[in-house]
């Protein structure tokens, strides 16, 4: 196995196993090591910086650099294969795309490194797979809800899915049940107001709640239509 396929398999197998893919989103410039131990102190082991963040290419190269292959660091909200480029060259393991960009997808595997691509029709997820992404990022999830899941593993029965935008602790497992193979979310990670009031331990306990959540729906999977 060549290095760059060794790579996507293991930021894919990562973030199966975990079933889980948090995201680093803020409006202002912080201590991006803090929040990238706290997730991984949770479990997680695959983590999205997105690039609207202030930042968000030194916080990759940080948390690349310190990490190493114990936390695999996307970059999220990549529109153009010249952000695509300049993150992998920061340290980046996997693109993230709110959108089906084909230029996007080429660039990154280009480098090697997987793209989990934003989709939302069945078109889209069908041109996002053709065009070579790992995986499908179903945005916004609030839309469909959890048996759109199903209707999309139906016609597309190898497409691995993972929900964002509209995913809570409540209704995780739920998603998972019907065809997810993971979850993702920003929102409800970087609740401030929750660390500002109990601090980075909050946010820990919140991944290790999600992946706990995700493991036990896993554990007895019914069969899909």
Known sequence: MSANSHLKQAVVEATKATGVLPCIKLHFEADWLAYAQAMHDGGARVIEVTMTTPGALEAIQAIAGTFGDRLYVAAGTVLDPATARMA???GSSLIVSPTV??????????YGVPVYCGAFTATECQTALESGASMLKIFPARIGGPSYMTNLRMILPGADLIPSGGVSIENAAEFIRCGACAVSGAR???NQQKISQEGLGWLTLQVAK??????????????LP
């Open 188 to 190: 409800v990670f970087m």
């Open 101 to 110: 960009r084909p230029a996007v997808i080429g660039a990154a595997n280009r």
């Open 88 to 90: 992998i060259l920061h």
């Open 210 to 223: 999600f992946i706990q959540v995700v493991h036990e729906a896993k554990e007895a999977l019914p069969p």
